[in-house]
C-alpha cells in the first residue's frame, strides 16, 4: 500500500478541513475563511490550496458539490467544496492529536493554561 | 497586467494540475487582486503568490512522480501482471547505432519515395487519354498546378486539379448557369451572366483553366465582369471531404439530426460561449461572449445571463474572440439594450419584421444603460453585426481594434465535392451607408490595442459613471 499523502495531516489540509467544518465554501472563500481562523497568519495561495484540496479529494475528506452561480458576490460558477463524515473524523483526530501535545507542553511547563 | 503575469506563472505547473484546478487558481487571484487594492495589499498579494509557487511547485511535481512510481507497485501487489517500460540501464552501443542507421535510412528513402511517386501520377493520368488543355508537353503540366497555386498542399489539389476534363469542365458551367438562375437576387442580371459564361465556354476560354482552381477563378471573373457584384463567387475547394460538410467560408452545411445533438451538448458543456461574466468594481457588468449561439438551443442561457447583469450601472461587451454565429443571437442580445423597437441590419437578409429588435424585453433595466463593445481583429461576422449596428445607433462606444470584415452575404450552393457558389440571394436594406463592414471591418470609436480594450473601457465606463 503506498503512503498516504495527508498522513501526517499537512497544516493548510488541516486548516481547509477547519474552515468547511462550518458551511460549503468556494476556493476563495476557503482562503478567506482559513485567513480569518489564523488572524491572517496563513494566506493560501492558489497553487497551495488547490493541490491539498485535490489531495483531500483524492482521500475523499471533501467532496466537490455541482457547480453553481454565486449571484451574490459575481455571478460566475464557482466549485463548491463540502466536508464528508471521514473529513470530519480526521480532523477531529488531528485535532485530539494537537491536544495531547498542547497537555504534554504544559506538563512541560513550556506552555502556560488551566485546560486544553 | 498582473493577470497575465500570474497566467504565465502558472504554466509552471504540471498540465494535470492546470487542467484540474488552472481556471479556479486563475479565479482566486483575480478574487484576490479585486478586493486588495493599493500599494502594500497589492505587493502582499505577489509575496503570497511568490512563496505560494515555491511551496506547491515541487510539491505537484512530487505528487506526480510518486503516482508513477507507486503504479506498478500497487498493480504487482494485487496479482495482476505489470510491465517495466523504465529501463534503468543504458542501452548497448551496437543498438544505438543500429538505430541510427535505420533512421537515416528511412528518412533518405523518403524524398527519393515522393518523387519517384509524383510525376507517375501526372503522366499516368494524362496517358489514360484525358484531355489537359492544349497541346502542351507533359513536363510542363506536371509543372503548372504548383506554379499557379503556390501556397496549397501540393498532393491532394494538384490531384484534384489533373483530373479536371472537358466534361467536368461543361458539368460546372451548367451547374453555375442553372443556379444563377434559379437564386441570384436580380432575375435580369442572372441572365446576362449566365449567357456570358456560355458566350465564353463556347469560344472555348474554358480550356485554358487546366486545374479546379484556376476554372474557379476564371468563372468568377466571368459573372462579375457582367455584373460587378463582389459577393459573388464560384470557389474551388481542394479538400473533398471539407467540402461536403463545409462552405467556401467555413461555415458548416444543414446539420444533420446527429450533429445538431452534438452541437446541443457541446454548446451546454461550453456554457454557449458565455465565456465570462463578471461584476467589475463599480457595478460595472463584464461579458465574454464568445460567438453568438443557436437561439433555439441557447436563449435559456442567454436570458439568464442578461438577467444577472440587469442591475449594473453600465456593461461591457468583450467579443475580442467572438467569430460571429447565429443573426438571430445577435439581435436577440440587442434587443435588452434598447426600449424601443429598432431596426437591425443584416446584410444576408431582406428586410422584414424580423428586422426589428424585440425591444424592450420585459422587465430589462439596461435600456439607458452606457454600453461598451471591446473588439479586435479577430471580431467577425455576426460579432461585427453586433457591433456595427450599436455603433450606427450611437448606442455603444467600441474599443479595441478594427473588426475583421466580414459581411458575408452569399448563399452557398454546393454544385459537387469540390465546387460550389456563394450567390447573394438578397438585397438588404442598408440605412446608414451603401457600404458596411464587409472587406473594410468596422471602426472602433476608440482605437486601442485588443489587449489594452478592458482597462481602457473600464476607465471610460468608470468616468462617464462619476461625471452622472
Same mark, same amino acid.
Given at each position: 500500500m503506498p503512503k498516504r499523502k495527508l498522513d501526517p495531516l499537512p497544516s493548510a489540509a488541516f486548516q481547509i478541513l477547519l474552515a468547511l467544518a462550518g458551511e460549503d465554501l468556494h476556493g476563495y472563500a476557503i482562503m478567506r475563511q482559513v485567513a480569518q481562523q489564523t488572524d491572517g497568519r496563513m494566506r493560501l495561495g492558489p497553487g497551495t490550496l488547490y493541490s491539498s484540496i485535490q489531495s483531500l479529494l483524492e482521500e475523499k475528506f471533501i467532496e466537490e458539490l455541482d457547480a453553481r452561480v454565486d449571484?451574490?458576490?459575481?455571478?460566475d460558477r464557482r466549485r463548491y467544496y463540502r466536508l464528508t463524515s471521514a473529513g470530519r473524523k480526521i480532523a477531529r483526530s488531528e485535532a485530539e492529536r494537537l491536544a495531547d501535545l498542547l497537555r504534554v507542553a504544559r506538563t512541560r511547563k513550556i506552555l502556560r493554561g488551566d485546560y486544553v | 497586467m498582473s493577470e497575465k503575469i500570474y497566467a504565465l506563472l502558472l504554466r509552471l505547473y504540471p498540465s494535470h494540475f492546470r487542467q484540474a484546478y488552472g481556471d479556479s487558481a486563475m479565479q482566486l487571484f483575480r478574487d484576490r487582486a479585486r478586493d486588495e487594492k493599493g500599494f502594500f495589499p497589492k505587493l502582499r498579494l505577489w509575496l503570497d503568490m511568490l512563496a505560494d509557487l515555491v511551496i506547491s511547485l515541487p510539491r505537484e511535481y512530487g505528487n506526480a512522480h510518486s503516482a508513477l512510481i507507486a503504479a506498478p507497485v500497487s498493480q504487482r501487489l494485487e496479482g495482476a501482471p505489470s510491465f517495466f517500460v523504465l529501463e534503468s540501464e543504458a542501452p548497448r552501443p551496437g543498438a544505438l547505432l543500429l538505430g541510427g542507421v535505420l533512421s537515416l535510412t528511412a528518412l533518405a528513402a523518403f524524398p527519393v519515395l515522393l518523387s519517384e511517386l509524383h510525376p507517375r501520377t501526372q503522366n499516368g493520368s494524362s496517358a489514360s487519354? %484525358? %484531355?489537359? !488543355?492544349?497541346? %502542351?508537353?507533359s513536363p510542363q503540366q506536371a509543372h503548372q498546378p504548383k506554379s499557379q497555386d *503556390? !501556397?496549397?498542399?501540393?498532393d491532394r489539389a494538384a490531384a484534384g486539379n489533373a483530373n479536371l476534363d472537358d466534361a467536368e469542365r461543361q458539368r460546372v458551367v451548367d451547374a453555375a448557369v442553372a443556379d444563377l438562375k434559379q437564386y441570384y437576387v436580380d432575375r435580369e442580371e442572372a441572365q446576362k451572366m449566365a449567357d456570358a459564361l456560355l458566350a465564353h465556354r463556347k469560344r472555348g476560354e474554358d480550356d485554358a483553366a487546366a486545374n479546379g482552381q484556376a476554372l474557379a477563378g476564371l468563372l468568377t471573373k466571368q459573372m462579375r465582369e457582367v455584373s460587378h457584384d463582389m459577393h459573388l463567387e464560384l470557389a474551388y475547394i481542394p479538400d473533398a471531404m471539407l467540402a461536403s460538410r463545409y462552405d467556401a467560408l467555413g461555415r458548416p452545411l444543414e446539420p444533420t439530426p446527429d450533429d445538431r445533438e452534438h452541437f446541443r451538448s457541446a454548446m451546454e458543456q461550453n456554457n454557449c460561449t458565455f465565456e465570462k461574466i463578471e461584476m467589475l468594481p463599480h457595478d460595472i457588468g463584464y461579458l465574454k461572449l464568445n460567438s453568438f449561439p443557436d437561439l433555439s438551443i441557447c436563449r435559456p442561457k442567454a436570458e439568464a445571463t442578461m438577467a444577472s447583469l440587469n442591475h449594473v450601472n453600465a456593461i461591457l461587451f468583450d467579443l475580442r474572440d467572438n467569430r460571429g454565429g447565429q443573426p438571430e443571437m445577435v439581435s436577440f442580445v440587442a434587443g435588452y439594450l434598447f426600449d424601443h423597437p429598432e431596426y437591425w441590419y443584416n446584410p444576408r437578409e431582406n428586410t422584414t419584421q424580423k428586422s426589428w429588435t424585440q425591444s424592450p424585453v420585459k422587465g430589462s433595466k439596461l435600456a439607458d444603460k452606457p454600453v461598451y463593445v471591446l473588439t479586435s481583429a479577430r471580431t467577425a461576422s455576426g460579432a461585427e453585426q453586433f457591433c456595427y449596428n450599436l455603433k450606427m445607433l450611437k448606442r455603444a462606444t467600441l474599443v479595441g481594434e478594427t473588426t475583421? !470584415?466580414?459581411?458575408?452575404s452569399g448563399v452557398w450552393h454546393r454544385i459537387d465535392e469540390h465546387f460550389g457558389m456563394g450567390i447573394p440571394e438578397v438585397k438588404p436594406?442598408? *440605412?446608414?451607408?451603401?457600404?458596411?463592414?464587409? !472587406?473594410?471591418g468596422v471602426e472602433p470609436d476608440v482605437k486601442v490595442k485588443a489587449e489594452d480594450a478592458l482597462k481602457t473601457a473600464e476607465d471610460l465606463a468608470l468616468r462617464k459613471l462619476q461625471k452622472k
Open positions: 449571484t451574490k458576490a459575481s455571478p | 487519354g %484525358q %484531355q489537359l !488543355g492544349r497541346s %502542351q508537353s *503556390p !501556397g496549397k498542399p501540393a475583421s !470584415g466580414s459581411a458575408h436594406v442598408n *440605412p446608414y451607408a451603401k457600404s458596411d463592414w464587409e !472587406g473594410t
